[in-house]
């Protein structure tokens, strides 16, 4: 049975049942607050859960997702070079870690391969929230690591108020590290009955430098210097959306185009122009009469692809086209349950063409019901969780290529999940989740067969894998006190059956060969961090500090598994005083020396960091200004989690020291 036709029919009844509100709704209710993890939108959450605001991401924000969330605890990234990274969420990436946009599958293929960049930037972001653990399961299996979810107002979701109707906000911010020059605008307008939403942004950055010379064979640059070779990138985008509201309920539109061309670092001349159209649609009716309180429904459209240049000569072509639909459905309290029922049904297909072709076409469609149910208590709080998936993975070789197995698998995973907090006193607090989880294989799992210059490898998929079933559990400890503060967190995570790529010693068009096998495997640290009030009179300091680390090992081997990041420790003074705030921090990274056998061991590094910034107010219009220095002590360092450190080891080191500065306006 083909997907598409229930696709359309369930997006057809959506937003059919969206579009046949009674007129007789006159003003817009405000939505509820987007918590991943949270749909219900309590204060406390059973989940380990990073948010960050606008203002974190002006202070922190990078060209990657994968380095503007590393430094949370648990979160670092897969760094291929300061253009393409995906976090790491407690040892667990690629397929693992489930990139959301807006709650909805993000569809671009930045999990195939290290050196393809997520399509998302952080000047168009107001929002990205960081979901660990076992309650990512309601995204889908594959969110069996955690769940980085980026939220933007594209299709707003509640109408302006005040008397102009309309807001806005511009960015500038230039760097020296990397001679960025970027640019960001938004602009929405409307009233009680609609609104419209327009942004754009623009991203060039040059060659990035480093504490060490390099050499390079790209054209046109220098034979020798102090930056990483093929690391410049041009990025650009913008989108157009628009709402309109009804008393309890709202449904809206929008388009977003994004582009980059940007170098790929492991090879001097290679370059990747990517683009990718996304059509949203949304929409949601609250306060329904009977047992459902709202239900909410969200239907996009993705269209990506990428193009592999050598020296400027187009060479092998990426692309993935897709469709994503989830109906989320809340219901009244039963028996002191409250909770969210939902249907989630995507559908991609995915082509390379060209001499890099590791994977075949293939064409991946699922289903999948999934519910989230909470019981509020005198003592805490417990909740429970299930998703039921059907997926069905086909590969459909290759008209250039013979070598691929053509055929079809079938997977119906099942996964569950329970958690609770227990509130000891009124500082203290204990949570527990555990869950067992089931993924499917990915089409390149199954039937890769080529040469994937990105792991310097030949990679093979092996069609007969079976689920990656996995068991989990974390147990946290929190104190808030004031502005005092402690989150101490433990986990684990046992595979019976973790899909890895492993060595064969066999060589393969001079490439060593690397097979897609089912192992088992083992996964377990613990992340701390907390605050403390160090001095409060007019101006306040406070004492910021984090720490984790992960042990990951291959069960079936003894050996450790690969890319695992080391133990961190981290401190930060923070300082503010009316309009003005500063921090001053460092974050050591130990050494990794449990790596198997052909991966590269990375040395200890410390990494300081300083920033400041004045909020300025200015009528209507609010100016933040900031400077922001990284690596203040121009610190040589290699990343132990990105494959570079073995593959390319001292091509790619981390950024030298750098000096961002920008302003942003609001009004």
């Known amino acids: 049975m083909k997907t598409s036709a229930p696709l359309s029919l369930l997006a057809f009844a959506s937003v059919s049942a969206l579009g046949a509100l009674p007129a007789v709704w006159a003003q817009n209710a405000s939505p509820e607050i987007v918590i991943t993890g949270n749909p219900l939108g309590r204060d406390s959450t059973t989940v380990p859960v ?8 002006l202070e922190r924000g990078q060209s990657t997702l994968g380095e503007t969330l590393s430094g949370l605890p648990g979160v670092s990234s897969t760094y291929f070079g300061p253009n393409a990274s995906r976090p790491i969420i407690r040892g667990l990436d690629g397929d693992r870690i489930r990139v959301l946009n807006n709650s909805a599958a993000s569809l671009d293929v930045s999990a195939l391969s290290f050196d393809h960049a997520v399509p998302l930037d952080v000047l168009s972001t107001e929002r990205i929230e960081v979901l660990r653990g076992p309650a990512a399961l309601q995204y889908g299996g594959s969110a069996v690591g955690g769940v980085v979810n980026v939220i933007d107002n594209r299709i707003p979701r509640a109408g302006l108020s005040g008397v102009s109707g309309v807001s806005g906000k511009a960015q500038l911010q230039a760097g020296t590290g990397n001679d960025e020059r970027s640019a960001a605008a938004l602009l929405e307008a409307g009233n009680a009955r609609w609104a419209l939403h327009v ?45 309109t509201f009804w008393d309890h309920a709202y449904l809206g539109a929008s388009v977003n185009n994004y582009q980059s061309d940007y170098g790929t670092v492991a090879e001097d001349r290679v370059t990747i122009g990517m683009k990718t159209t996304r059509y949203a649609l949304e929409g949601q009716v609250r306060q329904l009469p009977g047992w459902l309180e709202s239900v909410k429904a969200r239907l996009s459209h993705t269209d990506y692809q990428h193009t592999e240049l050598d020296t400027g000569a187009p060479g092998t072509v990426f692309a993935n086209k897709g469709q994503d639909l989830r109906v989320e459905a809340r219901h009244r309290p039963v028996a002191g349950w409250q909770g969210v029922w939902g249907l989630q049904v995507e559908s991609s297909r995915f082509s390379a063409v060209g001499d890099e072709a590791f994977a075949p076409f293939s064409h991946t469609r699922s289903q999948a019901l999934f519910l989230h149910e909470e019981l509020p ?8 969780g299930a998703r039921w998936e059907s997926v069905r993975v086909q590969s459909l070789g290759n008209p250039a290529v013979e070598r691929f197995e053509v055929g079809t698998r079938d997977f119906s995973p099942f996964s569950i999940a329970a958690g609770a907090v227990l509130k000891l006193s009124s500082t203290w607090g204990l949570s527990a989740n555990a869950a067992l989880t089931q993924r499917a294989p990915k089409a390149h799992e199954l039937f890769a067969n080529g040469p994937h210059l990105a792991t310097h490898a030949w990679e093979v998929g092996r069609s007969g894998l079976g689920l990656e079933k996995s068991k989990s559990m974390d147990l946290g400890l929190h104190w808030k006190a004031g502005p005092n503060r402690l989150a101490l967190t433990a986990f684990a995570s046992q595979f019976a059956h973790y899909i890895g790529l492993m060595a064969t010693g066999e060589i393969e068009d001079d490439l060593p060969v690397q097979r897609y096998q089912g192992v088992r495997a083992q996964f377990q640290g613990l992340e701390v961090n907390g605050r403390q009030r160090l001095w409060q009179s007019a101006s306040t300091l406070d004492l910021d500090w984090r720490a984790d680390t992960v042990h990951a090992t291959n069960s079936s081997t003894g050996e450790p598994l690969p890319r695992i990041p080391p133990m961190r420790l981290g401190a930060t003074l923070v300082y503010g005083q009316g309009p003005w705030a500063a921090k001053l921090g460092a974050d050591w990274h130990a050494a990794q020396k449990r790596v198997p056998d052909g991966s590269v061991a990375t040395g200890a590094y410390t990494l300081v960091n300083a920033s400041v910034s004045y909020r300025q ?12 220095l990284d690596n203040l002590t121009d610190q040589l360092a290699y990343s132990a989690s990105s494959i570079l450190s073995s593959t390319a080891f001292g091509k790619s080191p981390l950024p030298g020291r750098s000096v961002k500065l ?3 306006a609001s009004f």
Do not use: E
């Open 377 to 384: 208590t005198a003592w805490g709080q417990f909740n429970a």
């Open 617 to 628: 107010q200015l009528d209507t219009t609010v100016l933040q200004w900031f400077a922001r």
């Open 199 to 243: 942004d754009g942004f623009d991203r060039r950055t040059g060659d990035v430098g480093v504490p060490v010379s390099l050499d390079c064979d790209k054209p046109g640059s220098p034979a020798q210097a102090r930056r990483i070779c093929n690391s410049a990138s041009a990025s650009r985008g913008g989108a157009i959306g628009v709402s």
């Open 662 to 664: 920008g302003v942003q």
């Open 50 to 57: 990073n948010a960050l605001g606008r203002a974190d991401l």
